[in-house]
Nanobody
Framework: QVQLVESGGGLVHAGESLRLSCTAS????????MGWYRRYRRSPGQEREL??????????DYADFVKGRFTISKDDAKNMVYLQMNNLRPEDTAIYHC?????????????????WGEGTVVTVLS
């Protein structure tokens, strides 16, 4: 199947920046889209909310609360997606999960998968 691993989270102060990275690995046939979602640590039952997504064609979509501050990009050759987060705010504190809409190979053939990473923690102090 496909595995996603995030990195780049950490603790920063308001106004500072972080860059998240996510690497997809496994028997990847193709990637339709990759994105970042977040969930607040104090709300474990909360659905993950979209932060940003990027399609295979490079089309991007952002949540209103990050427009102008966050930028999503990708490196197709490395099966990686990035999230540059600038001017961070305390309300951005969350667990950030990488997501990929992928096709992978197995002994049966090509299969679709909605893959998720375990998440990386971002903490923004005021």
């Amino acid at each position: 199947q496909v595995q996603l691993v995030e990195s780049g989270g950490g603790l920063v102060h308001a106004g500072e920046s972080l860059r998240l990275s996510c690497t997809a690995s496994g028997s990847i046939f193709s990637i339709n889209a990759m994105g970042w979602y977040r969930r607040y640590r104090r709300s474990p039952g909360q659905e993950r909310e979209l932060v940003a997504r990027i399609s295979s064609e490079g089309d991007t979509d952002y949540a209103d609360f990050v427009k102008g501050r966050f930028t999503i990009s990708k490196d197709d050759a490395k099966n990686m997606v990035y999230l540059q987060m600038n001017n961070l705010r305390p309300e951005d504190t969350a667990i950030y999960h990488c997501n990929a809409d992928v096709y992978y190979n197995d002994h049966i053939g090509v299969n679709a998968m909605d893959a998720w990473g375990e998440g990386t923690v971002v903490t923004v102090l005021s």
